[in-house]
C-alpha cells in the first residue's frame, strides 16, 4: 500500500506461476508483499504444511508496532470426480492481506466480498 | 530327579509382549496436543482433565486473548472410562492465529508496555505451537461454540491434522453462553467428529472422555 496515496496494490498470482516455486520461496514471496502493504489474491490455494508456514513466518516477522500478521480468506468450489459419483471442494482463489488493512470481510459460500482500510491512521503498514 | 529350571527372563510372557506392543506402537507415549484459537477454552479444558484425573490444574486461565504463550505439559494422565484406561500427556498450547494487535490487550487494563510485551510472547507461543504439531498423537480442537468456525487458523490445524493422519476431536465448547450455536460446527465440519461441551461447568464431558478412549488408544 501507498502510504501517501492512500493507493492499494493487488498482486494476482496464477497457479502456474505459483507451482514453480518451493513451498519457502512461495511463504516468503507472499509475506514479503503482505509486509509491503499488498493484497496478494492466489488461483488455487496452499498445502496445509505451506499455510502452518505461512503463520509461522508471518509470527517471526510481526512488529506490533508496524505489522500486526496478515488474514486469509478462500474461496471454495466443487470439484466433480472423473466418474461424477463424487463432489469435494476444493480451493478456487485465495486472498491474503495485511490484518490492518482486511477490515471487513464478508464471506459466504460462493461469494467474499472485502473493504479494504487504507485512511487509519492507528494502523501503521511499515 | 526332576530339575526345574526358571525360564530365562528374555523368554518371559512379558518380554513377548513387549515385543508385541511395541510392534504395534502400544508403547508409544500419548500426547494429546489441546489446539484452537485464543480463548476457545483450551486452557479450562485442561484444567478440567487435569482436575478430573489427577486432582490439580494445569494452566492459568484469563479473559484476556493470549493467556497461554507457552506450552504447558502434563504427563501421566490417565483417563478411566468404561474399565478402559487411557494414559496419555496433556499438551496444552497457546492459540493459534494469524495476527495479533497489542492494542486489543489495552482493552482489558494492560498498559502499552505490557499489551506490547504479551503481544511479543503471543509470536513466540504460536510458533511452538505449530512446530508441536509434529508431535502430538492425538488433537482436541476446541473451537468457542459463540464464534465463527470457519476460521483460516481452525482450517490449517485440520488440513494439518489430516496430512499427518493425527487423529482428533472437534469440541464445540462454552455450550452454556447463551448464544452459543454449537450446530453450526456440526454443519460445517459433518465429516468429522464434534463432541460439545462445557469445559467450564463440566457438561458432557463423559461423552468426550468416551470418543477421547475410542479415538486415541
Do not use: C
Request: hydrophobic share 40%.
Amino acid at each position: 500500500m501507498d502510504a501517501d496515496t492512500k493507493s492499494l496494490k493487488m498482486d494476482f498470482l496464477s497457479s502456474s506461476a505459483l507451482n514453480s516455486q518451493t513451498s519457502m520461496e512461495k511463504v516468503s514471496m507472499i509475506v514479503d508483499r503482505v509486509k509491503n502493504g499488498d493484497l496478494v489474491v492466489i488461483e488455487g490455494g496452499l498445502s496445509p504444511e505451506e499455510e502452518a508456514e505461512l503463520i509461522e513466518t508471518t509470527m517471526r516477522e510481526i512488529d506490533v508496532e508496524n505489522f500486526m500478521g496478515i488474514d486469509i480468506y478462500t474461496l471454495e468450489k466443487d470439484k466433480t470426480s472423473f466418474f461424477g459419483l463424487s463432489r469435494k471442494k476444493t480451493v478456487g482463489i485465495t486472498i491474503i492481506g495485511p490484518a490492518n488493512v482486511m477490515k471487513e470481510v464478508k464471506k459466504k459460500s460462493n461469494f467474499l466480498s472485502m473493504i479494504a482500510n487504507l485512511g487509519d491512521s492507528d494502523a501503521p503498514m511499515h | 530327579m526332576i530339575r526345574v529350571v526358571s525360564m530365562p527372563r528374555f523368554f518371559r510372557r512379558s518380554f513377548f509382549k513387549d515385543i508385541f506392543n511395541k510392534l504395534l506402537g502400544k508403547n508409544k507415549i500419548l500426547k494429546i496436543g489441546f489446539y484452537g484459537h485464543p480463548n476457545s477454552g483450551k486452557t479450562t479444558l485442561a484444567n478440567r482433565m487435569t482436575n478430573d484425573w489427577i486432582g490439580k490444574p494445569i494452566g492459568l486461565v484469563s479473559q484476556i486473548p493470549h493467556e497461554t504463550r507457552r506450552v504447558y505439559r502434563q504427563e501421566h494422565v490417565t483417563l478411566k472410562h468404561d474399565g478402559i484406561e487411557l494414559n496419555f500427556d496433556i499438551i496444552d498450547t497457546p492459540g493459534i492465529a494469524t495476527k495479533i494487535d497489542y492494542t486489543n490487550f489495552l482493552e482489558f487494563g494492560l498498559s502499552e508496555t505490557e499489551a506490547k510485551d504479551r503481544a511479543k510472547e503471543a509470536t513466540k507461543g504460536i510458533i511452538e505451537a505449530i512446530k508441536w504439531l509434529d508431535d502430538v498423537t492425538g488433537v482436541l480442537l476446541v473451537i468457542d461454540s459463540t464464534e465463527d468456525p470457519l476460521t483460516q487458523a481452525n482450517i490449517t490445524i485440520m488440513g494439518n491434522l489430516e496430512a499427518r493422519k493425527i487423529p482428533f476431536i472437534i469440541v464445540a465448547n462454552k455450550i452454556d453462553l447463551p448464544d452459543a450455536e454449537p450446530d453450526k460446527i456440526f454443519s460445517v465440519f459433518p465429516q468429522h467428529k464434534v463432541i460439545s461441551i462445557s469445559a467450564l461447568e463440566g457438561d458432557n464431558m463423559g461423552e468426550l472422555y468416551q470418543n477421547m478412549v475410542e479415538r486415541f488408544r
